[in-house]
């Protein structure tokens, strides 16, 4: 087929998919992580699926977004989480009639003391892993019609991919292990506890990205993206910034934008 580029939300594989929110490429240069990450509504084949739930900060505007889509929370059936740092899962307690699925070998990672787990709340890992409705997915088996799981390991030991397979093309979320353009593009990262085995795994995206003409790639921290004549072309417009009360009173408001003109 021709290579297009769609607009969300987008239909494959008997699924809508909606982005209710689209992560930010960047880290903050004083106050710690930023963690505005890509938070994915898929619907059909009789569920309701969120891929990771994203953190504690977007818990209001994420029950709007729902609410926009005539959703409420105990409406969401499933709740596929790809790793297990903050930014990806705090929101899973909101979810109370969902199943939840993460990888063992991560959620095992977060939980061990080791020296070199960083980016975890705690008190989620630990909850999580006792939760009765939680399930551990297995690499290469398909959790739902469709959708298969994969490994992607680099960023964390157990971080997974999902693979969503359509009639004309693939959408490939893969979140942090390949967080943003810059590390597909480099195919190097930034913030990995083993960068030998996240470069390992974005060779294995590109394959999986390249395979079909029109296959979506959805990271973690950035826009969509699809190959266009071995280009890669955005799905949508970056949309960041941030709001300074740098006045006198609540009312002085400045806004810095946190995207290219």
């Not at 409406?75 to 199943?99: E, G, K, Q």
């Not at 795994?201 to 266009?228: F, K, Y």
Request: net charge negative.
């Amino acid at each position: 087929m021709d290579t297009e580029t769609p607009e969300f939300p987008i239909r494959v594989g008997g699924y809508r998919i909606d982005l209710l929110f689209q992560g930010y490429p960047g880290k903050s240069a004083h106050n710690g992580g930023l963690g505005w990450s890509t938070v994915a509504l898929l619907r059909g084949h009789d569920r309701v699926i969120l891929i990771d739930t994203g953190a504690i900060g977007i818990r209001t505007p994420l029950l709007h977004r729902l609410k926009q889509l005539g959703l409420a929370p105990t409406d969401i059936t499933d709740v596929l989480l790809t790793h297990s740092h903050w930014d990806h899962v705090m929101n899973y307690p909101l979810f109370t009639a969902a199943n939840l699925y993460i990888g063992k070998v991560d959620l095992d990672w977060a939980n061990s003391g080791a020296a070199d787990v960083y980016a975890v709340a705690e008190p989620y890992a630990r909850e999580l892993a006792r939760e009765p409705r939680l399930s551990y997915l297995e690499v290469g088996s398909e959790v739902f019609p469709g959708i298969r799981v994969e490994a992607g390991p680099g960023h964390t030991p157990g971080h997974l991919i999902f693979i969503l397979s359509g009639e004309d093309r693939d959408v490939v979320f893969v979140q942090d292990a390949a967080k943003n353009k810059a590390e597909m593009v480099s195919r190097d990262t930034d913030l990995t506890i083993d960068s030998a085995r996240s470069r390992a795994t974005i060779e294995r995206i590109w394959a999986l990205w390249s395979a079909r003409a029109g296959n979506i790639l959805v990271p973690g921290h950035d826009l969509p993206m699809i190959l266009c004549d071995g280009e890669i072309v955005f799905l949508g417009r970056r949309q960041a910034g941030v709001i300074g009360l740098l006045g006198d009173s609540p009312e002085e408001q400045t806004l810095f934008p946190l995207t290219k003109p």
